[in-house]
Nanobody, 122 residues
Framework: EVQLVESGGGLVQAGGSLRLSCAAS????????IGWFRQVPGKEREGVSCISSSDGSTYYKDSVKGRFTASSDNAKNTVYLQMNSLKPEDTALYYC???????????????WGQGTQVTVSS
């Protein structure tokens, strides 16, 4: 059974940094894309970043380009989202998603985690 478990969220001041982790397990496939979505209560969820398992290519939402960096550690079956220069508008529940046989950016996903809260104060 596929499981995605996020960690690393927290409360930081504007301009600060956080590194989110997504530990994946139970995968029986090797062609997929994995990334991060975020959601604020009452607002539409939005894709933040994505990494392709096929070639390692990445995608970022325009508003986070230059500030966020997606990476992976295959030995640990873990992907990361390094978040720098955080802004209050980055505040959201961030969750990890997987789209099997998909491509970046992600619009639909097959699996998702429960999320980790990121709160950026002024």
């Amino acid at each position: 059974e596929v499981q995605l478990v996020e960690s690393g969220g927290g409360l930081v001041q504007a301009g600060g940094s956080l590194r989110l982790s997504c530990a994946a397990s139970g995968f029986t496939f090797d062609d997929y894309v994995i990334g991060w979505f975020r959601q604020v209560p009452g607002k539409e969820r939005e894709g933040v970043s994505c990494i392709s398992s096929s070639d390692g290519s990445t995608y970022y939402k325009d508003s986070v380009k230059g500030r966020f960096t997606a990476s992976s550690d295959n030995a640990k079956n873990t992907v990361y989202l390094q978040m720098n220069s955080l802004k209050p508008e980055d505040t959201a529940l961030y969750y990890c998603v997987v789209d099997v046989y998909g491509s970046c950016p992600i619009y639909e996903y097959d699996y998702w985690g429960q999320g980790t809260q990121v709160t950026v104060s002024s």
